[in-house]
C-alpha cells in the first residue's frame, strides 16, 4: 500500500540539477517555498577556484570529458563517453543480445550542476517553424507542438538573462527565419575568432542549392547563404553575474576554467542561499503514489558512496554502500535528463498510466564531422570553440524531403573531432596517407617513428591549418527509439535496473536524415573547396552515408502534447495522470528541429516553474 502522509516535508522536490532543475529551484526558493534538490551526483572539487579541476584534468592521461570530475564521490554510475562504440554489459546502457540497431552515441554526466559542466554552451533558439513541423512541411512522422513560438519567446527572454547570453543585434534587428525576438541579448557577441574571420573572405556571399539529386519528390531551387554568422553562447562577453569575460581558451569542453561560461550549478548555489536544501549522492529509485495511483506523496531514493574494498580489485578495490532515503512533498519535478526521467517512471510503473509513449521518441542530433588541412594558417585554438556557425540550411521548402541542419565552424582545431588531436587513438592507417591524417602524437610516434625537432615541427604545422566542420541535423521522432528497463539481472552498481536503449538514426521510411547526410557531405566539400585545403577527411561512408557522432542532446521519451494517449505530460509539463508531477528537461520535446536544446529547455524550466507557483497558491 502506498505511503500516506499528512504534512509533506517540502512544497517541491526536484530530481535533478541540471539546467532545468536549478532554474526551476532557484525560481521557487526565492518565492520562500520549501525547496528539496535531489542530485545522483556528488559536488565537483572547485577548492581555491578551480585548482583541483584544473589539476585533475592536467593529470588525467585520458583527457576525457569527464576527467577534471573524476574523483570518489563524485560521479554517481552513467554512460561512458569512451564505451558506445558497441553493445557490451560494462556500458551503463543496455543493448539486448543480437541488437541490430543503431548505437546511442551521446551522453551525460550524474553531478551537481548537470552536463553544464563540460558544454559549449550554444545557445540557440527553435523556429517558429520547428514547433510546426508537420503543419508547415508535412513531413511524415513529425508532429507539431501544442505549444507556438509566441507562447514560449517571453521565456525564452527571461531565460537569456538570468543565465547570461552573447548573441549579435542583427538577430534581434533582423527577422531571419521570420524568428521575433522582443528582446535583445543581454550582451554583445564573443568575438569572431581568426578562423571564422577566413571563412566569410571567402563564403560570405556565396549561395548553395538545396536541390538534392535523386531525391522523392521534384524540388525547387532554393540558394541557401553559406554566409557565417555570430553565435550566440551563454558566455561573457563582458562581465556579467559576478563573472569574468570568456578568457578565449578553447576548453569549454571539458572545463570553464574562469567561470565566464554558465554553468547549472551557478543557479543550485543561488538556490542554496533562498533557502533550498540539496541531498547529492541521492539516485531516485522511484515515486510513491497515493493509493488510488494518482497523486505523488514521496520519493524514494538511494544514498550512495564509494568505500575500499580489498576483495574487489576489478573495480579498483571499490564497492557502492547504499542506504535508503525517502522525502515528500506537495509537488515532485522531474528534471533528469532524457534518459532518467522515464526510467524513474518505468521503475515507478507509471506505464500503465502513460501507455507505450513512455519511454518512446528518443532522439538526438546525428552529426557529421568532416577536417581538413587549410593551404594557408588559419591558427585555431583560440576562442570558445565555435564562435561562429552557418545555419541556411536550419529551414527551408527543402525540409519536405530531407533534414535540416546547422553547420558549426570550429576553433579548436582537431581537438574535438574524431581524430582526437593531439593525443589520438591510432585508429587511422595513416601510413599510406602521408603523416598528415590524423597528426597526432599517437600515430606520428608510433606509425612514423618521429620524435625529437621532427614531432615538434609536424605538430607545429598541422595545428595553425587544422580545420574542422560540425554538422548537426534533426532526427525525427520515431516511438520505436526508446528506453526501457532492462532485463531484472542488468543492473548498476547501486542495484537498480540500467536503461535498455532501442535506437536507429534512419527513420522508417529511410530517407529524411540519410539525405541529410548526403547533403552535409557535399556542403563540407564546397566549403572546403572554396576555402582551400590541402587534405581533407569526410565521414562519408559512400553510399551510404550512415556514419555519424552523437551531439549530446538526448531529447524526447516524455513527449508534451494534448493528447494523454499519444504523449506522458501536458503543454505545461504536467504528468497527464498525475496532477502533481511535472517533467521538465529536452525529454518532453515533441521534435528536436536541429538548434542546441538548451536554450529551449531553459525558457521551459521557466514557464513550468510559473504553473507549479500557482498551482501551489490555489492549493490543489
Same mark, same amino acid.
Not at 83 to 98: C, G, I, M, R, V
Not at 212 to 223: F, H, I, S, T, Y
Not at 464 to 484: D, G
Not at 565 to 587: I, Q, Y
Given at each position: 500500500?502506498?505511503?500516506?502522509?499528512?504534512?509533506?516535508?517540502?512544497?517541491?522536490?526536484?530530481?535533478?540539477?541540471?539546467?532545468?532543475?536549478?532554474?526551476?529551484?532557484?525560481?521557487?526558493?526565492?518565492?520562500?517555498?520549501?525547496?528539496?534538490?535531489?542530485?545522483?551526483?556528488?559536488?565537483?572539487?572547485?577548492?581555491?577556484?578551480?585548482?583541483?579541476?584544473?589539476?585533475?584534468?592536467?593529470?588525467?592521461?585520458?583527457?576525457?570529458?569527464?576527467?577534471?570530475?573524476?574523483?570518489?564521490?563524485?560521479?554517481?554510475?552513467?554512460?561512458?563517453?569512451?564505451?558506445?562504440?558497441?553493445?557490451?554489459?560494462?556500458?551503463?546502457?543496455?543493448?539486448?543480445?543480437?541488437?541490430? /540497431?543503431?548505437?546511442?552515441?551521446?551522453?551525460? @554526466?550524474? %553531478?551537481?550542476?548537470?552536463? &553544464?559542466?563540460?558544454?559549449? !554552451? *550554444?545557445?540557440?533558439?527553435?523556429?517558429?517553424?520547428?514547433?510546426?513541423?508537420?503543419?508547415?512541411?508535412?513531413?511524415?512522422?513529425?508532429?507539431?507542438?501544442?505549444?507556438?513560438?509566441?507562447?514560449?519567446?517571453?521565456?525564452?527572454?527571461?531565460?537569456?538573462?538570468?543565465?547570461?547570453?552573447?548573441?549579435?543585434?542583427?538577430?534581434?534587428?533582423?527577422?531571419?527565419?521570420?524568428?521575433?525576438?522582443?528582446?535583445?541579448?543581454?550582451?554583445?557577441?564573443?568575438?569572431?575568432?581568426?578562423?571564422?574571420?577566413?571563412?566569410?573572405?571567402?563564403?560570405?556571399?556565396?549561395?548553395?542549392?538545396?536541390?538534392?539529386? /535523386?531525391?522523392?519528390?521534384?524540388?525547387?531551387? @532554393?540558394? %541557401?547563404?553559406?554566409?557565417? &554568422?555570430?553565435?550566440?553562447? !551563454? *558566455?561573457?562577453?563582458?562581465?556579467?553575474?559576478?563573472?569574468?569575460?570568456?578568457?578565449?581558451?578553447?576548453?569549454?569542453?571539458?572545463?570553464?576554467?574562469?567561470?565566464?561560461?554558465?554553468?547549472?550549478?551557478?543557479?543550485?548555489?543561488?538556490?542554496?542561499?533562498?533557502?533550498?536544501?540539496?541531498?547529492?549522492?541521492?539516485?531516485?529509485?522511484?515515486?510513491?503514489?497515493?493509493?488510488?495511483?494518482?497523486?505523488?506523496?514521496?520519493?524514494?531514493?538511494?544514498?550512495?558512496?564509494?568505500?575500499?574494498?580489498?576483495?574487489?580489485?576489478?573495480?579498483?578495490?571499490?564497492?557502492?554502500?547504499?542506504?535508503?532515503?525517502?522525502?515528500?512533498?506537495?509537488?515532485?519535478?522531474?528534471?533528469?535528463?532524457?534518459?532518467?526521467?522515464?526510467?524513474?517512471?518505468?521503475?515507478?510503473?507509471?506505464?500503465?498510466?502513460?501507455?507505450?509513449?513512455?519511454?518512446?521518441?528518443?532522439?538526438?542530433?546525428?552529426?557529421?564531422?568532416?577536417?581538413?588541412?587549410?593551404?594557408?594558417?588559419?591558427?585555431?585554438?583560440?576562442?570558445?570553440?565555435?564562435?561562429?556557425?552557418?545555419?541556411?540550411?536550419?529551414?527551408?521548402?527543402?525540409?519536405?524531403?530531407?533534414?535540416?541542419?546547422?553547420?558549426?565552424?570550429?576553433?579548436?582545431?582537431?581537438?574535438?573531432?574524431?581524430?582526437?588531436?593531439?593525443?589520438?587513438?591510432?585508429?587511422?592507417?595513416?601510413?599510406?596517407?602521408?603523416?598528415?591524417?590524423?597528426?597526432?602524437?599517437?600515430?606520428?610516434?608510433?606509425?612514423?617513428?618521429?620524435?625529437?625537432?621532427?614531432?615538434?615541427?609536424?605538430?607545429?604545422?598541422?595545428?595553425?591549418?587544422?580545420?574542422?566542420?560540425?554538422?548537426?541535423?534533426?532526427?525525427?521522432?520515431?516511438?520505436?527509439?526508446?528506453?526501457?528497463?532492462?532485463?531484472?539481472?542488468?543492473?548498476?552498481?547501486?542495484?537498480?535496473?540500467?536503461?535498455?536503449?532501442?535506437?536507429?538514426?534512419?527513420?522508417?521510411?529511410?530517407?529524411?536524415?540519410?539525405?541529410?547526410?548526403?547533403?552535409?557531405?557535399?556542403?563540407?566539400?564546397?566549403?572546403?573547396?572554396?576555402?582551400?585545403?590541402?587534405?581533407?577527411?569526410?565521414?562519408?561512408?559512400?553510399?551510404?552515408?550512415?556514419?555519424?557522432?552523437?551531439?549530446?542532446?538526448?531529447?524526447?521519451?516524455?513527449?508534451?502534447?494534448?493528447?494523454?494517449?499519444?504523449?506522458?505530460?501536458?503543454?505545461?509539463?504536467?504528468?497527464?495522470?498525475?496532477?502533481?508531477?511535472?517533467?521538465?528537461?529536452?525529454?518532453?520535446?515533441?521534435?528536436?528541429?536541429?538548434?542546441?536544446?538548451?536554450?529551449?529547455?531553459?525558457?521551459?524550466?521557466?514557464?513550468?516553474?510559473?504553473?507549479?507557483?500557482?498551482?501551489?497558491?490555489?492549493?490543489?
Amino acid at each position: 500500500m502506498a505511503t500516506r502522509i499528512s504534512q509533506p516535508e517540502y512544497d517541491v522536490i526536484i530530481v535533478g540539477s541540471g539546467v532545468s532543475g536549478a532554474l526551476i529551484a532557484n525560481q521557487l526558493a526565492r518565492k520562500q517555498l520549501r525547496v528539496l534538490i535531489l542530485e545522483a551526483g556528488g559536488v565537483a572539487r572547485e577548492s581555491i577556484g578551480r585548482y583541483e579541476l584544473l589539476s585533475a584534468y592536467a593529470a588525467s592521461t585520458s583527457k576525457a570529458t569527464d576527467s577534471p570530475y573524476c574523483g570518489d564521490n563524485i560521479l554517481a554510475t552513467q554512460p561512458d563517453p569512451r564505451n558506445t562504440n558497441a553493445p557490451d554489459t560494462s556500458n551503463y546502457l543496455y543493448y539486448p543480445p543480437q541488437y541490430s /540497431g543503431d548505437m546511442f552515441k551521446s551522453f551525460y @554526466e550524474r %553531478i551537481v550542476g548537470g552536463t &553544464t559542466w563540460h558544454w559549449q !554552451a *550554444i545557445y540557440v533558439r527553435m523556429l517558429p517553424t520547428d514547433f510546426k513541423l508537420n503543419s508547415t512541411y508535412h513531413v511524415k512522422q513529425a508532429v507539431d507542438w501544442p505549444i507556438g513560438y509566441s507562447d514560449i519567446e517571453p521565456y525564452y527572454v527571461r531565460a537569456e538573462e538570468e543565465m547570461g547570453v552573447s548573441g549579435s543585434m542583427d538577430d534581434f534587428r533582423r527577422p531571419r527565419f521570420h524568428n521575433p525576438m522582443s528582446k535583445p541579448y543581454p550582451m554583445p557577441p564573443l568575438a569572431q575568432s581568426y578562423v571564422d574571420q577566413q571563412f566569410k573572405e571567402v563564403i560570405d556571399d556565396e549561395y548553395m542549392d538545396a536541390r538534392l539529386e /535523386g531525391a522523392p519528390m521534384p524540388m525547387k531551387r @532554393e540558394m %541557401i547563404s553559406l554566409r557565417p &554568422t555570430p553565435v550566440p553562447h !551563454a *558566455i561573457n562577453s563582458q562581465p556579467y553575474d559576478g563573472r569574468p569575460v570568456c578568457d578565449g581558451r578553447t576548453s569549454c569542453v571539458p572545463l570553464c576554467p574562469i567561470k565566464a561560461r554558465y554553468e547549472a550549478v551557478f543557479h543550485v548555489e543561488k538556490a542554496l542561499r533562498a533557502g533550498a536544501t540539496l541531498r547529492k549522492q541521492a539516485v531516485v529509485r522511484n515515486l510513491d503514489f497515493d493509493s488510488e495511483g494518482k497523486r505523488v506523496v514521496g520519493v524514494h531514493y538511494l544514498n550512495w558512496v564509494w568505500q575500499e574494498d580489498s576483495t574487489k580489485p576489478e573495480e579498483n578495490g571499490r564497492r557502492a554502500v547504499v542506504s535508503e532515503g525517502y522525502a515528500t512533498g506537495r509537488i515532485v519535478v522531474l528534471a533528469a535528463h532524457g534518459i532518467e526521467n522515464p526510467m524513474i517512471l518505468l521503475r515507478s510503473n507509471a506505464a500503465r498510466s502513460c501507455g507505450p509513449v513512455l519511454g518512446g521518441y528518443l532522439m538526438d542530433h546525428p552529426m557529421k564531422q568532416s577536417f581538413a588541412l587549410a593551404k594557408a594558417p588559419v591558427f585555431p585554438y583560440r576562442g570558445p570553440q565555435t564562435t561562429s556557425h552557418i545555419e541556411g540550411f536550419r529551414d527551408g521548402a527543402f525540409r519536405e524531403v530531407y533534414a535540416s541542419f546547422k553547420c558549426s565552424i570550429k576553433n579548436d582545431g582537431w581537438a574535438s573531432t574524431i581524430a582526437s588531436w593531439p593525443r589520438g587513438s591510432g585508429r587511422f592507417p595513416s601510413t599510406a596517407q602521408g603523416d598528415w591524417l590524423p597528426g597526432s602524437i599517437v600515430n606520428l610516434v608510433r606509425d612514423f617513428g618521429y620524435a625529437g625537432t621532427k614531432l615538434k615541427e609536424t605538430l607545429a604545422k598541422h595545428a595553425t591549418h587544422q580545420i574542422t566542420l560540425n554538422s548537426a541535423c534533426e532526427q525525427l521522432p520515431i516511438l520505436e527509439n526508446r528506453v526501457s528497463l532492462a532485463p531484472a539481472d542488468k543492473k548498476d552498481d547501486l542495484g537498480l535496473q540500467r536503461p535498455q536503449i532501442a535506437y536507429k538514426v534512419f527513420d522508417n521510411d529511410g530517407g529524411y536524415v540519410e539525405r541529410c547526410f548526403h547533403k552535409i557531405i557535399q556542403f563540407h566539400n564546397k566549403i572546403f573547396d572554396h576555402i582551400g585545403v590541402t587534405h581533407r577527411f569526410m565521414m562519408d561512408d559512400q553510399p551510404t552515408f550512415k556514419l555519424f557522432l552523437g551531439s549530446g542532446h538526448i531529447m524526447g521519451t516524455t513527449r508534451m502534447g494534448t493528447d494523454r494517449t499519444k504523449a506522458v505530460v501536458d503543454p505545461e509539463c504536467r504528468a497527464f495522470d498525475h496532477p502533481n508531477l511535472f517533467v521538465v528537461g529536452s525529454s518532453v520535446f515533441p521534435t528536436g528541429a536541429n538548434a542546441n536544446p538548451t536554450s529551449t529547455v531553459a525558457a521551459l524550466a521557466l514557464r513550468a516553474a510559473d504553473s507549479i507557483e500557482r498551482q501551489l497558491r490555489s492549493g490543489s
